[in-house]
Antibody, heavy 117, light 107 residues
């Protein structure tokens, strides 16, 4: 079973940047990966997906043009570069493995990003 | 867009829970359900409308097609009280959406 561990969250000011990481256990990292976020006390919002080889990426409308998903398969690591952060980007950010191009399983434990002045 | 009902469901252990998820347009059978407990990440319960994920007890079942889907939990156990989300994927480009969630609470 794949285990995912996120890191890189913290408190940042509006307009600044932050990069999150997600490290996957196991020898193979040959699967698609997602970022999903959850604002405090709110529901789940899909953020981005990247193909197993990094060849394709897609984003949710609220982060398009500001966030970039990427991966380093040699390090079994997924990234989320977040630029021009806004207060409403405050959330727990989860990474999750893509399953059959339709679902998310498993999920990491999440990392909290707080955007506040 | 996925709309779940009810927002909150109050039941007692041993009862049956029926949670609904309605899509604004047909999603065929590519519909999943997740369970989330406080302070934890979501966990996949059901995928492809009715297939249970690995390790999920058979008291959890999913059904539906087109735009109307149901998650049924028979004989509720204390550990089943949580928030449940449905999720679908759009055809192309691939984007993903979740329902707003149904909180299943102990009555």
């Amino acid at each position: 079973q794949v285990r995912l561990v996120e890191s890189g969250g913290g408190v940042v000011q509006p307009g600044t940047s932050l990069t999150l990481s997600c490290v996957a256990s196991g020898r193979s990292f040959s699967y698609g990966m997602h970022w999903v976020r959850q604002a405090p006390g709110k529901g789940l919002e899909w953020v981005a997906v990247i193909w197993y080889d990094g060849s394709n990426t897609y984003y949710g409308d609220s982060v398009k043009g500001r966030f970039t998903i990427s991966r380093d398969n040699s390090k079994n690591t997924l990234y989320l570069q977040m630029n021009s952060l806004r207060v409403d980007d405050t959330a727990i950010y989860f990474c999750a493995r893509d399953q059959e191009s339709n679902y998310f399983d498993p999920w990491g434990q999440g990392t909290l990003v707080t955007v506040s002045s | 867009i996925l709309t779940q009902s009810p927002d909150t469901l109050s039941l007692s252990p041993g009862e049956r829970a029926t949670l609904s998820c309605r899509a604004s347009q047909s999603v065929m059978t590519y519909l999943a359900w997740y369970q989330q407990k406080p302070g934890q990440a979501p966990r996949l319960l059901i995928y492809d409308t009715s297939s249970r994920a690995t390790g999920i007890p058979d008291r959890f079942s999913g059904s539906g097609s087109g735009t109307d889907f149901t998650l049924t939990i028979s004989n509720l156990e204390p550990e089943d009280f949580a928030v449940y989300y449905c999720q679908q994927r759009s055809n192309w480009p691939p984007t993903y959406s979740f329902g707003q969630g149904t909180k299943l609470e102990i009555k």
